[in-house]
Every structure is written in structure tokens, then in C-alpha cells.
């Protein structure tokens, strides 16, 4: 499981069962955002408001039970931020080509290729980056794999804007 505010845990079936959903330990203030039954073979990637993409193996995580709060990312990485969360997780096989689509705040857009986030010397103590943000009041607001041929962006103030995914071009996970 992991928590918007950057919890993680690997709980055994039998704890989990043992429990129902609701009954996870989180902060007052802080969500459930990922729930998966896994194999230890699989890989977790998350990414972050901050536009950086935290790896781990799922054998490398903690067996924690489903009622303990977890680890905190921070408690592992030197570089997650205090107002950093994360946004969005999901469970990979291997790192076979696949394209993220990433919108931030300040209105920049982009597609990236999974294969960029292969496991890198560091990853223990450190994430990568997958986008590059505009400055210190940007940040990203949905990343996704792409599923469709066509994205409709929505603006705060009622706009929006349609266009084939084909547009955005797939760049580096450093450029912006």
C-alpha cells in the first residue's frame, strides 16, 4: 500500500485479511491512494508532486502489518521533500516501453517513455526525476500511463483544450 503523504508497506495476505481496508493506520490528514496484491517479483514506481519517480522492488519493502502506519519514504530517501507527495502508483512486471503523460500546474505538458526510470546505482537513497518544473510554485498535478488516443486538459477557471496525444512529443525525464 502506499499514502499520498508517502507511507509504504508490504503486509502479508494473512494480516491483510485478518483486517478490513478502512482499518489501515494513516494520519488524520493523510489518503490511501494505492491498494494491490503483489508477487515479489514485481517492481513499485511512484511519482511525486515534485516531478521525481521513487523505485523499489517489492521483495526490498518492509513486511509491516496492515495496522501499522509504514515507512515513510523520507526515512529512506535524501531527497524527498517535506511538501512532497505522492501522486500516483502502480506495479510493473519489467520495464517494457510504455509512455506516461504528465500535466504540472504551470501548464506544461509532456510524454515519457517508461523505460527511462530502469533502475538506477542510487535508487535506494535517492529518486529520479521525470519532470522538470517550472519553478518553486509548479508542480505536477496527473500523471498516467497512456490509454487513449486523445487528452482533454481543463483549466481552474472553465477552459479546455483537446488534442491527439500524438502532439506531445516523448522526451528525456529531465527536459522539460
Same mark, same amino acid.
Given at each position: ?74 526515512? !529512506?530517501?535524501?531527497?524527498?521533500? !517535506? ?15 510504455? !509512455? ?24 535506494? !537513497? ?51
Amino acid at each position: 500500500s502506499v499514502t499520498k503523504a508517502g507511507y509504504i508497506k508490504r503486509t502479508s495476505p494473512r494480516s491483510f485479511a485478518a483486517s478490513t481496508r478502512e482499518e489501515i493506520c494513516k494520519r488524520d490528514d493523510d489518503r490511501l491512494i494505492f491498494v494491490q496484491a503483489v508477487k515479489t517479483t514485481q517492481h513499485l514506481l511512484m511519482f511525486t508532486t515534485l516531478g521525481n519517480v521513487i523505485y523499489r522492488p517489492i521483495h526490498d519493502l518492509a513486511g509491516i502489518r496492515w495496522k501499522d502506519i509504514g515507512e515513510h519514504l523520507s526515512q !529512506t530517501l535524501t531527497n524527498f521533500a !517535506t511538501e512532497e507527495e505522492v501522486l500516483y502508483a502502480e506495479i510493473i512486471d519489467d520495464f517494457t516501453p510504455e !509512455t506516461y503523460f504528465a500535466v504540472t500546474k504551470m501548464g506544461q505538458i509532456k510524454r515519457v517513455d517508461r523505460t527511462e526510470f530502469q533502475p538506477w546505482r542510487s535508487y535506494k !537513497t535517492k529518486s529520479a526525476k521525470y519532470a522538470k518544473l517550472k519553478g518553486d510554485e509548479d508542480q505536477v498535478v496527473a500523471i498516467a500511463p497512456i490509454k487513449l488516443a486523445a487528452v482533454m486538459v481543463i483549466t481552474e477557471k472553465g477552459y479546455a483544450l483537446h488534442f491527439s496525444i500524438e502532439e506531445v512529443p516523448v522526451v528525456g525525464s529531465t527536459a522539460a
